[in-house]
């Protein structure tokens, strides 16, 4: 199935009505690939998940952490 995008070879100006306006014509690109998750980079997936990780499980451990040593501190 070949899907097809709409493109501006121009400048987009958005007018007072909210709508995108084009100094050129407006143009139907084709645009027949589709995602492919096979195409991913194993390396580049695997660093996301690696920062993404580290974002998120460096807090918590400091969280758990403080949590755990107020804790021994109260009792």
Known sequence: MTTYTVAC?????????GAPSCST?????ESHQDFDPSTLDPVALAQAFGVGFVFVG?????VFGARAILKMIRS
């Open 25 to 29: 014509p407006w143009v139907l690109v």
């Open 9 to 17: 070879d121009g400048e987009i100006q958005v007018l007072s009505t």
């Open 58 to 62: 460096v807090p918590l451990a400091v």
